[in-house]
Protein backbone atom coordinates (compact mmCIF):
# COMPACT_ATOMS: atom_id res chain seq x y z
CA UNK A 1 0.00 0.00 0.00
CA UNK A 2 1.34 3.35 -0.76
CA UNK A 3 1.53 6.06 1.83
CA UNK A 4 -0.44 8.73 2.90
CA UNK A 5 0.73 11.92 2.33
CA UNK A 6 -0.20 15.04 4.76
CA UNK A 7 0.49 18.42 2.82
CA UNK A 8 0.14 22.03 4.08
CA UNK A 9 -0.42 24.44 2.15
CA UNK A 10 1.24 28.45 2.32
CA UNK A 11 0.60 31.53 0.50
CA UNK A 12 3.73 33.28 0.98
CA UNK A 13 4.71 36.84 0.27
CA UNK A 14 8.68 36.18 0.01
CA UNK A 15 7.94 33.63 -2.06
CA UNK A 16 8.60 33.80 -6.04
CA UNK A 17 7.64 29.94 -7.20
CA UNK A 18 6.04 26.79 -5.78
CA UNK A 19 7.94 24.76 -3.44
CA UNK A 20 7.50 21.61 -1.63
CA UNK A 21 9.80 21.38 1.48
CA UNK A 22 9.67 17.73 3.06
CA UNK A 23 9.17 18.31 6.72
CA UNK A 24 9.57 14.48 7.86
CA UNK A 25 7.66 11.35 8.07
CA UNK A 26 4.86 12.08 5.28
CA UNK A 27 4.55 15.64 5.75
CA UNK A 28 5.06 18.38 3.41
CA UNK A 29 4.82 21.48 3.24
CA UNK A 30 4.02 23.79 0.09
CA UNK A 31 4.45 27.44 -0.29
CA UNK A 32 3.46 29.56 -2.83
CA UNK A 33 3.33 33.38 -4.05
CA UNK A 34 0.54 35.19 -4.07
CA UNK A 35 -0.33 35.71 -7.55
CA UNK A 36 -0.35 31.56 -8.08
CA UNK A 37 -3.73 30.43 -7.61
CA UNK A 38 -4.13 26.98 -5.04
CA UNK A 39 -5.22 25.31 -7.70
CA UNK A 40 -2.08 25.90 -10.15
CA UNK A 41 -0.34 24.90 -6.91
CA UNK A 42 -2.38 21.84 -6.34
CA UNK A 43 -1.57 20.66 -9.87
CA UNK A 44 2.46 21.35 -9.06
CA UNK A 45 2.11 19.05 -6.43
CA UNK A 46 0.00 16.14 -8.27
CA UNK A 47 3.27 16.18 -10.63
CA UNK A 48 5.37 15.76 -8.31
CA UNK A 49 3.06 13.19 -6.54
CA UNK A 50 5.80 10.12 -7.51
CA UNK A 51 9.01 11.87 -6.40
CA UNK A 52 7.21 12.73 -2.85
CA UNK A 53 6.47 8.78 -2.44
CA UNK A 54 9.50 7.90 -3.02
CA UNK A 55 10.75 10.24 -0.51
CA UNK A 56 8.16 8.66 2.58
CA UNK A 57 9.27 5.18 1.74
CA UNK A 58 11.96 3.64 3.93
CA UNK A 59 15.42 3.49 3.32
CA UNK A 60 16.50 0.40 0.98
CA UNK A 61 19.47 -0.28 -0.60
CA UNK A 62 19.47 1.51 -4.17
CA UNK A 63 18.12 5.02 -2.16
CA UNK A 64 18.96 8.56 -3.91
CA UNK A 65 21.19 11.00 -2.19
CA UNK A 66 18.42 12.94 -2.48
CA UNK A 67 16.10 11.32 -0.90
CA UNK A 68 18.40 10.32 2.34
CA UNK A 69 18.90 13.70 2.90
CA UNK A 70 14.75 14.48 2.88
CA UNK A 71 14.14 11.20 4.84
CA UNK A 72 16.68 12.60 7.60
CA UNK A 73 16.53 16.22 7.66
CA UNK A 74 18.16 16.82 10.79
CA UNK A 75 21.12 15.17 10.71
CA UNK A 76 22.69 18.02 9.80
CA UNK A 77 20.64 20.84 11.02
CA UNK A 78 23.09 23.83 11.09
CA UNK A 79 23.59 23.59 7.26
CA UNK A 80 21.30 21.24 5.68
CA UNK A 81 18.07 22.32 7.90
CA UNK A 82 18.70 26.07 6.38
CA UNK A 83 20.30 24.75 3.05
CA UNK A 84 17.49 22.08 2.32
CA UNK A 85 15.13 23.93 0.21
CA UNK A 86 18.51 24.88 -1.73
CA UNK A 87 19.43 21.39 -2.05
CA UNK A 88 16.29 20.22 -3.26
CA UNK A 89 16.68 22.81 -6.19
CA UNK A 90 20.12 21.89 -7.13
CA UNK A 91 20.91 19.15 -9.91
CA UNK A 92 22.31 15.88 -9.09
CA UNK A 93 26.00 16.57 -10.13
CA UNK A 94 25.72 19.87 -8.50
CA UNK A 95 24.12 18.27 -4.96
CA UNK A 96 27.36 16.27 -4.64
CA UNK A 97 29.52 19.34 -4.99
CA UNK A 98 27.03 21.21 -2.35
CA UNK A 99 27.80 18.43 -0.08
CA UNK A 100 31.46 18.14 -0.46
CA UNK A 101 31.74 21.86 0.33
CA UNK A 102 29.60 21.79 3.31
CA UNK A 103 31.96 18.69 4.64
CA UNK A 104 35.17 20.88 3.72
CA UNK A 105 33.19 24.16 6.00
CA UNK A 106 32.36 21.76 8.89
CA UNK A 107 34.99 18.67 9.15
CA UNK A 108 38.39 20.50 9.91
CA UNK A 109 36.58 22.98 11.78
CA UNK A 110 35.24 20.49 14.05
CA UNK A 111 37.91 17.87 14.75
CA UNK A 112 40.41 20.87 15.18
CA UNK A 113 38.21 22.06 18.00
CA UNK A 114 38.13 18.36 19.35
CA UNK A 115 41.75 17.87 19.23
CA UNK A 116 42.18 21.62 21.19
CA UNK A 117 39.62 19.89 23.81
CA UNK A 118 41.34 16.37 23.92
CA UNK A 119 45.24 18.76 23.71
CA UNK A 120 46.15 16.51 20.72
CA UNK A 121 48.76 18.70 18.19
CA UNK A 122 46.82 18.26 14.45
CA UNK A 123 48.93 19.66 11.16
CA UNK A 124 46.85 18.96 8.33
CA UNK A 125 42.95 17.80 7.50
CA UNK A 126 41.93 16.45 4.30
CA UNK A 127 38.10 16.16 3.25
CA UNK A 128 38.39 13.45 0.32
CA UNK A 129 36.00 11.00 -1.67
CA UNK A 130 36.60 7.73 -0.09
CA UNK A 131 34.72 4.60 -0.85
CA UNK A 132 35.59 2.51 1.69
CA UNK A 133 36.78 4.08 4.61
CA UNK A 134 35.55 7.20 7.07
CA UNK A 135 39.10 8.34 8.05
CA UNK A 136 42.80 7.74 7.96
CA UNK A 137 45.91 9.27 9.51
CA UNK A 138 49.41 8.87 7.59
CA UNK A 139 52.53 9.01 9.18
CA UNK A 140 53.50 11.82 8.50
CA UNK A 141 50.15 13.43 10.28
CA UNK A 142 47.47 13.97 7.68
CA UNK A 143 44.22 13.07 8.48
CA UNK A 144 41.99 12.28 6.22
CA UNK A 145 38.03 12.90 6.43
CA UNK A 146 35.40 11.26 3.97
CA UNK A 147 33.05 13.87 2.82
CA UNK A 148 30.12 11.56 3.38
CA UNK A 149 30.35 11.62 7.21
CA UNK A 150 28.36 14.90 6.97
CA UNK A 151 25.44 12.30 6.16
CA UNK A 152 25.55 10.76 9.64
CA UNK A 153 23.99 11.62 12.96
CA UNK A 154 25.91 14.12 14.97
CA UNK A 155 27.20 11.42 17.60
CA UNK A 156 28.14 9.04 14.80
CA UNK A 157 30.54 11.86 12.62
CA UNK A 158 31.58 12.52 16.30
CA UNK A 159 33.09 9.11 16.80
CA UNK A 160 34.68 8.66 13.48
CA UNK A 161 36.32 12.19 14.18
CA UNK A 162 37.68 10.91 17.93
CA UNK A 163 38.44 7.73 16.32
CA UNK A 164 41.14 9.45 14.05
CA UNK A 165 42.05 11.54 16.71
CA UNK A 166 43.17 8.47 18.84
CA UNK A 167 45.36 7.46 16.02
CA UNK A 168 47.37 10.61 16.58
CA UNK A 169 48.18 8.58 20.44
CA UNK A 170 47.93 4.95 19.56
CA UNK A 171 48.79 4.26 15.32
CA UNK A 172 47.26 1.02 15.49
CA UNK A 173 43.64 -0.88 16.80
CA UNK A 174 45.62 -2.01 20.16
CA UNK A 175 43.87 -2.61 23.47
CA UNK A 176 45.39 0.99 24.32
CA UNK A 177 43.83 2.46 21.61
CA UNK A 178 40.75 1.62 22.17
CA UNK A 179 40.52 2.39 25.91
CA UNK A 180 41.41 5.91 24.93
CA UNK A 181 38.28 5.87 22.82
CA UNK A 182 35.99 3.94 25.14
CA UNK A 183 37.35 6.78 27.12
CA UNK A 184 37.01 9.93 24.97
CA UNK A 185 33.60 8.40 23.96
CA UNK A 186 31.32 6.31 26.50
CA UNK A 187 29.17 5.59 23.55
CA UNK A 188 32.06 4.00 21.76
CA UNK A 189 30.35 0.30 20.86
CA UNK A 190 27.16 1.63 20.37
CA UNK A 191 28.12 3.70 17.96
CA UNK A 192 30.30 1.73 16.02
CA UNK A 193 27.25 -0.90 15.38
CA UNK A 194 25.38 2.07 14.14
CA UNK A 195 28.32 3.18 12.08
CA UNK A 196 28.25 0.00 10.18
CA UNK A 197 24.82 0.10 9.32
CA UNK A 198 24.33 3.52 8.39
CA UNK A 199 27.65 3.10 6.37
CA UNK A 200 25.88 0.17 4.27
CA UNK A 201 22.81 2.69 3.41
CA UNK A 202 25.49 5.91 2.34
CA UNK A 203 28.09 3.71 0.25
CA UNK A 204 25.17 2.42 -1.76
CA UNK A 205 23.26 5.86 -2.23
CA UNK A 206 22.73 6.79 -5.61
CA UNK A 207 23.12 9.93 -7.31
CA UNK A 208 19.56 10.07 -8.82
ZN1 LIG B 1 41.46 3.23 12.93
Redesign the pocket.
Known sequence: MKPALNIEYKRNRQSRSIRISHRGQSNFLVTYPYYVSRKKAEAFVNQKWPWMERIVDTIEPGLTLRSYLHQNPNIYPWHVGQKSLDLFEIEAPGLIDELKGLARESLPFRIKALSKEKEIEITQVQIRDQRTRW???SSSGTLSLNWRLILMPFALQNHILL??L??KVEL??SDA?WGLLSNWDPDCQENRKAIRTIGKTLIHLTLE
Open positions: GSCHEAHNHF
